[in-house]
């Protein structure tokens, strides 16, 4: 069992099967999300759940934070005044793993600094199946000296850490990798229904793309759920995806495709795509 003790914030699509790598390294793990019932599988399998975010920092020398948004880091790290101020926080980690934008980020980082906290952004590369299986990457705004007792926490639950050695860092990375992969998945759409349109069926055109330079890991990963024209389970969400194409749009992104990019995912979540997978941009583009 490792001597790391680790708090966690957040157990939805991600947290979840992160912290379960977690607990089969052998971590001893203690949990915290504001739907409690999600905790009870974790417990079972040996973690400790508290009911307020602030608890944790009796309890673990590094807290990880997966939540959803800006809003949410910062109504559990600025707007809850217990959090920063608990007594047993000071010359502590906390791991921000969320995919947040560049200013929340430094704000949290400098409110933190001034109780003694060692934040860190270190969002991750991955869907949840790249969580199930642990082989995310970690963006991690810091020396790789800075977070040298943290390694085996990130080893636990991904294949490859890069040290970007400066706070923020890890965010801008995080929404530029994003930004290709929303290309990606908007890509994918566009050519399987182009070629549909030209009487090509999708499992044929998909098999040229995968097998062609066109190919990539999404490619591949997808081909089944559009030739099946099933999308469960939601892998990623087509809300978040919009998310951070504004992430990406707001530091100033202004490239010749981001417009488009924009356009389309607002317009899909705007027509009742936002809780589906990322994938069903090709649903909404097919009607």
């Not at 490619?219 to 089944?224: A, H």
Request: hydrophobic share 45%; proline share 3%; charged share 20%.
């Amino acid at each position: 069992m490792s001597s790391i003790k680790i708090g966690w914030i957040g157990l939805g699509a991600m947290g979840n099967p992160m912290t379960n790598n977690l607990l089969k390294a052998g971590f001893e793990l203690s949990v915290y999300n504001r739907t409690k019932s999600k905790t009870s599988d974790l417990v079972e399998k040996g973690a400790k759940a508290v009911d307020t975010p602030e608890e944790l920092w009796e309890v673990a020398d590094v807290i990880f934070m997966m939540v959803s948004n800006d809003q949410s880091c910062k109504d559990i790290v600025l707007e809850d005044a217990n959090f920063l101020n608990a007594p047993s926080a000071s010359g502590k980690f906390l791991i921000n793993v969320s995919t947040i934008s560049p200013e929340t980020s430094l704000q949290l980082f400098e409110a933190a600094k001034e109780k003694g906290i060692k934040y860190i952004d270190a969002p991750v590369s991955g869907s949840a199946g790249a969580a199930a299986t642990a082989s995310l990457l970690f963006l991690i705004g810091a020396k790789e000296s800075e977070v040298q007792t943290i390694i085996p926490g990130f080893d636990a639950m991904g294949k490859k850490n890069y040290f970007l050695e400066e706070v923020t860092k890890g965010n801008k990375a995080k929404i530029a990798i994003n930004y290709l992969i929303a290309i990606n998945y908007l890509g994918i759409a566009e050519t399987v229904l182009f070629a549909q349109n030209l009487g090509v069926d999708n499992a044929t055109m998909l098999d040229v793309i995968n097998n062609s330079g066109a190919g990539n890991v999404t490619s591949k990963i997808k081909t089944e759920p559009i030739v099946t024209k099933n999308f469960t389970p939601i892998a990623f969400a087509l809300e978040n995806m919009l998310k951070d194409v504004k992430l990406a749009k707001n530091e100033g992104n202004n490239f010749p495709l981001s417009d488009g990019l924009l356009k389309a995912y607002t317009d899909a979540n705007d027509a009742g795509f936002g809780k589906k997978d990322v994938m069903e941009i090709l649903s909404f583009l097919d009607k």
